[in-house]
């Protein structure tokens, strides 16, 4: 219970912190949130927003910033009481570091002492009511922007403090926090014209770096929220309530590169979720044009370039890397894997498996270009040739079905998520960087679709894996 307590407290937390004040601040990502030294950084924050406040039309802001206080130092006496009996120490930060999406259950049987529960119940009363009065500030049309995106803010770290011991309950909660704040109209208004490009964009009723504040704002209680539903099983891909619709498009916050442009210059950037593979890796560990890509159930990348196969982990950091042994075919001649390519697969004891598929079917394919297992056994297979169009198959490669996607895609890849049960469709827009998704059940029903905008001239995508939490990867 302890570890994921604190694995909760920093996915919340963590994101309080104004990174760019102290070199100790600075450290605050790979570090224990818990730890005494951390504890003044986060009250100063704390006293530091509520000083600026003041006037009667902020006194349920203020009531909530005071309120979540008293919570937090009642927090850090449970972390006290809890490392004196159990050392906590590397084993639940780590957890708390990779966001393991398993921590319900695996941390059950772990107790708080008596002294711990009891102040961990009073300190849930404390977030309970700055989650009230939290509500009641964004409520207020009579603040400013910046004032109702600070208060929800506040109301969603008190919302998933206030359940830290079951974060699987916050979702909800979560969801219509974050869809409140993404439809107020300012928001919106002021993402639209950021976005804008030219003299329109000078004409807008807030000021550049207004609406830049108001955006990074908004971008930093989103990534709260998309930290916490991290620790949980994900049963929605790409949740469309984590976006804003502007009126002329949907805006991923968290993945667009435009957004990402505008969190640069507040000095935010690590609000924005995309990396790369191998970033901060040496040299010979990095990948640099990979031909496929896979996942397995220890939420690793596993990717491919000619005979070589990397292993990173959920952050992109290099685990391991091998070289495949030579391919002889029947004749005892070595294949070229340069000349067949290959595709790779996972199975659920995460072996990995490099597959030279060469037919499928009952020969009524044209133009396959992509596969995918569907958890009950059946194969869907992408066709690329005039219309998009996937098959699904029987084991034995029975074609059961078929169903068209609903747009043209160019090179599309396509992708099976066992946590929510959906397919995702990945293509790209010839001549541009959008990215462009799209959501179905495993029977084929269409749900939803997602454009996103990279930043950088798309080619078609090579090949796409999902991890257990949702998030999708293209090489």
């Known amino acids: 219970m302890s570890a994921i307590i604190t694995a909760v407290f920093k996915a919340t937390m963590g994101w ?17 949130i818990t730890d005494q030294k951390f504890r003044g950084i986060i009250m100063r924050e704390i006293d530091d927003l509520r000083s600026k406040l003041d006037g009667l039309s902020r006194k349920d802001l203020l009531a909530s910033i005071s309120f979540f206080r008293e ?8 972390f006290e009481d809890t490392r004196s009996r159990s050392k906590y120490g590397a084993d639940a930060a780590q957890a708390a570091c990779a966001e393991t999406v398993s ?68 979702l909800a909660p ?17 993402l639209r014209e950021q976005l804008k490009a030219g003299f329109r964009a000078v004409r807008s009723l807030f000021n550049k770096e207004e609406r830049r504040k108001i955006i990074s704002g908004v971008c930093l209680v989103n990534r709260v929220a998309f930290n916490v539903i991290r620790t949980v099983p994900v049963k929605e891909l790409f949740p ?76 992109g950091k290099f685990v391991q890397g091998f070289r ?43 133009y396959p270009c992509d596969i995918t297992t569907v958890s009950d056994g059946r194969v869907m297979v992408l066709q690329k040739r005039g219309s998009e169009v996937v098959h699904i198959f029987s084991e034995q490669g029975d074609h059961l079905n078929k169903f068209c996607l609903q747009r043209f895609a160019f090179s599309p890849k396509i992708v099976f998520h066992r946590e929510s049960q959906q397919v995702a469709v990945v293509s790209t827009v010839k001549c541009s960087d959008e990215l462009y998704i799209e959501i179905y059940t495993k029977d084929g029903e269409f749900l939803r679709s997602i454009s996103i905008h990279t930043g950088k001239l798309l080619f078609s995508p090579r090949e796409i894996a999902v991890t257990t939490e949702g998030c999708i990867a293209v090489v």
């Not at 009511?129 to 400013?144: G, I, K, M, V």
């Not at 969801?175 to 919106?188: D, G, H, M, Q, T």
Request: net charge negative.
């Open 16 to 32: 309080l912190v104004d990174k760019c004040r102290d070199e100790a601040a600075k450290k605050l990502k790979d570090g224990d």
């Open 240 to 315: 469309k309530w984590l976006m804003i619709d502007t009126g002329e498009e949907k805006v991923d916050l968290l993945r667009d590169a435009r957004v990402r442009k505008i969190l640069r210059k507040q000095e935010m950037e690590n609000c924005s979720v995309p990396w790369k593979f191998g970033y901060d890796c040496e040299e010979k560990q990095r990948i640099d044009e990979p031909s496929d890509i896979a996942t397995n159930s220890s939420r690793q990348y596993i990717l491919a370039y000619f005979d070589t196969i990397k292993v990173f982990d959920n952050s």
């Open 174 to 190: 979560c969801k219509v926090c974050i869809e409140e704040l993404n439809s107020l109209p300012v928001v919106k208004q002021s």
């Open 103 to 170: 921590l319900t259950e695996g941390m059950k049987h772990l107790e708080l002492t008596k002294s711990a529960t009891r102040k961990l119940a009073d300190a849930k009363k404390r977030f309970e009511s700055a989650r009230e009065r939290a509500t009641d500030a964004f409520s207020n049309e009579a603040l400013s922007p910046n004032d109702r995106i600070l208060s929800m803010q506040y109301r969603v770290m008190a919302t998933v403090l206030e359940k830290i011991d079951h974060p699987e309950d916050v």
């Open 71 to 78: 919570g937090v130092e009642l927090l850090y006496e449970v």
């Open 324 to 366: 495949l042994p030579p391919l002889i075919d029947d004749s005892g001649k070595e294949l070229s894997i340069k000349t067949w390519g290959f595709r790779l697969a996972t199975d659920m004891n995460d072996n990995i498996y490099v597959l030279l598929v060469c037919s499928f079917g009952q020969q009524i394919l044209s």
